[in-house]
């Protein structure tokens, strides 16, 4: 079993930064594929960004490259996305996911995923 919780978000204007945390706990943190997806009132969750086991792959929704970046530290257990140029269509709940894997690839399907946490609300002003 893994524990995650999510932590960073908040509200803030268009154009601004926020970085998201998600701290995991009660397994080999390094055994996992991880990955950010999030969901906006009245939609489907949707896959946000994605890094490999290693860190050394990643992968992104398309309205997101360029701004958002995530990255995984290893020794505490931690995926980070920080998110840049904040635009209102970015509110939602953002969710970290965690998916047991044996290669290097990444994870960009709900379905492969086994583990969530709670959820952190971001929210864009306009």
């Known amino acids: 079993q893994v524990q995650l919780v999510e932590s960073g978000g908040g509200l803030v204007q268009a154009g601004g930064s926020l970085r998201l945390s998600c701290a995991t706990s009660g397994r080999t943190f390094s055994n996992y594929a991880m990955g950010w997806f999030r969901q906006a009132p009245g939609k489907e969750r949707e896959f946000v960004a994605a890094i490999s086991r290693g860190g050394v792959i990643t992968s992104y929704v398309d309205s997101v490259k360029g701004r958002f970046t995530i990255s995984r530290d290893n020794a505490k257990n931690t995926v980070y996305l920080q998110m840049n140029s904040l635009k209102p269509d970015d509110t939602a709940v953002y969710y970290c996911?965690?998916?047991?894997?044996?290669?290097?690839?990444?994870?960009?399907?709900?379905?492969?995923?086994?583990?969530w946490g709670q959820g952190t609300q971001v929210t864009v002003s306009s």
């Open positions: 996911a965690a998916a047991t894997t044996w290669d290097r690839s990444v994870r960009t399907a709900k379905s492969e995923y086994e583990y």
